[in-house]
T-cell receptor, first 111, second 109 residues
């Protein structure tokens, strides 16, 4: 099925551990995004990639790094996880006049 | 400061009722999106608007660019419409995206 595949779905990390969230889309979309969603707040943009080979900071980039490996894949890395990074993370892709397609989300808990 | 404000925050309706969710924004936009987040967490894009009105099944979305306001209407609401509805805007400068905090809709049979 066409769409955005995001892994893992759940993860528990200890403070200071690192991990990479993977995202892949098979719709040939140019733009890809990483968002975090926290209770009582709207989705907040962490990083985005307007096209293969480019990445830009969003609203809340601190503590994260990204890689746009190719047109399909856009990964998000936490180098040293902190409890403040406990959140639900969504990857999304978008192409020009079309709307977003979202991944199913990753529920991350940092203890 | 929230660039996107939604109202109401929570809404409970009886099955069959006509529902309206409102979105106001304070920035210049190139497009406005309505998203639906299911109780399980998945997010689905419902509409993308830059002007006028769009309809898909029982859902209608309108936008008034001059008033910086959009509405999402659901006709003949059904319990399966229970979800969080999120308004998001893409600015017309700087490729920024801003999201509302969502409207939680519960439709009771």
């Amino acid at each position: 099925n066409a769409g955005v595949t995001q892994t893992p779905k759940f993860q528990v990390l200890k403070t200071g551990q690192s991990m990479t969230l993977q995202c892949a889309q098979d719709m040939n979309h140019n733009s890809m995004y990483w968002y975090r969603q926290d209770p009582g707040m709207g989705l907040r943009l962490i990083y985005y990639s307007a096209s293969e080979g480019t990445t830009d900071k969003g609203e809340v980039p601190n503590g994260y790094n990204v890689s746009r490996l190719n047109k399909r894949e856009f990964s998000l890395r936490l180098e040293s996880a902190a409890p403040s990074q406990t959140s639900v993370y969504f990857c999304a892709s978008r192409q020009a006049i079309y709307g977003y397609t979202f991944g199913s989300g990753t529920r991350l808990t940092v203890v | 400061k929230n660039e996107v404000e939604q109202s109401p925050q929570n809404l409970t309706a009886q099955e069959g009722e006509f529902i309206t969710i409102n979105c106001s924004y304070s920035v210049g936009i190139s497009a406005l999106h309505w998203l639906q987040q299911h109780p399980g967490g998945g997010i689905v894009s419902l509409f993308m608007l830059s002007s006028g009105k769009k309809k898909h099944g029982r859902l209608i979305a309108t936008i008034n660019i001059q008033e910086k306001h959009s509405s999402l209407h659901i006709t003949a609401s059904h319990p399966r419409d229970s979800a969080v509805y999120i308004c998001a805007v893409r600015t017309n400068t700087g490729n920024q995206f801003y999201f509302g905090t969502g409207t939680s809709l519960t439709v009771i049979p």
